[in-house]
């Protein structure tokens, strides 16, 4: 059962605070070390909180043992009514640099406000002024995680920050999205539209083009996500990946496929015509922003590539 802070005698309240530096000082810790591999001065700052919250810590114990003696009661935030809820650190898998900001700099603001009102309560001189230096130590560090604001930080180091962060979104969302895009696009052409001239029936394209997606999308969300771990590479998780390779596929494929639902066979073959240019297009747009190709460049062999593959489909089915 929680129980209210006012409860809480003396050397519960140093307990408190003892574990609540502790638990602060490895949370700093892991965020560093989620972020070093990219954003290596945000956890250098992170490494240094870590220290200090660990110097509070044996300043609290020297206290405590002075105070009380050498055994330390076990109390924890989630004993003690007024704690915000905080998610586990395993739940960060890719935590983004702005979202580990606002959460040390609440952790701060938490721990700051704890000292303040557990000095307010204290009885004794010498643990009220120790409360009362932690407090304002810690809105000290609250100041520095603030720090963390792009707003805050030197232009260069935002400069980075902001290279690093496009660099990951590239490398985790934009590949593997952009190849199940090409793939989805191209290569369902064939079979689609070879099916369409063979038949000349519009249901009959569109059942060959869905089964291409569906199939390609699996195919290639299985690939991506068994291809790498992300460890070494820096991609991310491989089932999100996967999922975001697989649908992207799918969505490629589908786009074409749909204008057949259009009964009048010439009608529907036209609007996926348009479809396809409109495919290559956006392939050739997104290379361009984002894998600095130049659009021109981009276009020409995305959509020298599809032409191929869209007549060689309409040659087949006309055969």
């Not at 036209?270 to 997104?286: F, M, N, S």
Request: charged content about 25%; overall charge neutral; glycine content about 8%.
């Amino acid at each position: 059962m929680r129980r209210n802070f006012k409860d809480l005698t003396a050397p519960e309240v140093l307990g408190l605070a003892i574990a609540l530096e502790e638990e602060d000082a490895r949370i700093f810790r892991e965020f560093a070390r989620l972020l070093r591999p990219n954003f290596p001065k945000a956890a250098s700052t992170l490494d240094g909180m870590a220290a200090q919250e660990d110097a509070h810590r044996r300043r609290l114990i020297e206290l405590f043992r002075k105070k009380f003696g050498e055994e330390i009661p076990l109390v924890r935030r989630q004993d003690v009514r007024g704690f915000v809820r905080r998610d586990p650190v395993q739940s960060l898998r890719n935590p983004s640099v702005d979202h580990i900001r606002r959460r040390v700099a609440l952790m701060e603001l938490e721990t700051a406000r704890y000292y303040e009102r557990a000095a307010q309560q204290a009885k004794d001189a010498e643990l009220r002024q120790l409360l009362g230096d932690l407090a304002e130590e810690e809105r000290k560090h609250e100041e520095t995680s603030a720090s963390f604001d792009p707003t805050r930080q030197p232009e260069n180091e935002r400069e980075e920050e902001a290279r690093t962060s496009r660099q990951l979104f590239v490398l985790q969302v934009v590949q593997p999205g952009l190849a199940g895009l090409m793939d989805g696009s191209v290569s369902t052409l064939a079979p689609l539209f070879a099916s369409a001239f063979a038949t000349r029936s519009s249901w009959s394209a569109f059942l060959v083009g869905m089964a291409a997606a569906v199939g390609a999308g699996i195919s290639m969300g299985f690939a991506e996500a068994l291809s790498d771990d992300g460890s070494l590479t820096g991609r991310g998780r491989p089932l999100l990946r996967g999922v975001i390779c697989g649908f992207m596929t799918f969505l490629g494929g589908v786009g074409h496929a749909l204008p057949f639902l259009i009964p009048n066979f010439v009608t529907a073959t036209l609007v996926a015509t348009i479809v396809v240019a409109i495919e290559l297009l956006t392939i050739a747009w997104i290379r361009n922003r984002y894998m600095d190709t130049p659009f021109l460049a981009a276009a020409f062999q995305v959509v020298v590539g599809g032409v191929l593959v869209f007549l060689s489909g309409i040659l087949i089915g006309s055969a």
